[in-house]
Nanobody, 118 residues
Framework: QVQLMESGGGLAQPGGSLRLSCTAS????????MGWFRQAPGKQRELVAS???????TYADSVKGRFTISRDNAKNAVWLQMNSLKPEDEAVYYC????????????WGQGTQVTVSS
């Protein structure tokens, strides 16, 4: 079955940086869109950034200019470079992908904690 494996979360100071990674594995024909969502305690899960197969990107207003999403289609991988981190960026970050196998489905990673604190 398709799986998304995330890594790279952890603790950063305000103004610091972290880089999240996510790799999809399984019987994948193609990955349409890959992205990152986040969910802070007591809040709804929200889109942080997404990137289409052709490289077109979308960002939440709150992260524009600070976060950069990138992907490698050959490796079925997506990254999120997070710079100038703020306390309000603290959340569990989830990798998300729309993947074509024999069907089209939406898949989620297990989540990785990002903590921003001095």
């Amino acid at each position: 079955q398709v799986q998304l494996m995330e890594s790279g979360g952890g603790l950063a100071q305000p103004g610091g940086s972290l880089r999240l990674s996510c790799t999809a594995s399984g019987p994948i024909l193609s990955i349409v869109t890959m992205g990152w969502f986040r969910q802070a305690p007591g809040k709804q899960r929200e889109l942080v950034a997404s990137i289409a197969h052709n490289g077109r990107t979308t960002y939440a207003d709150s992260v524009k200019g600070r976060f950069t999403i990138s992907r490698d289609n050959a490796k079925n991988a997506v990254w999120l470079q997070m710079n100038s981190l703020k306390p309000e960026d603290e959340a569990v970050y989830y990798c998300n992908a729309e993947i074509l196998t024999t069907l089209r489905g939406l898949y989620w990673g297990q989540g990785t904690q990002v903590t921003v604190s001095s």
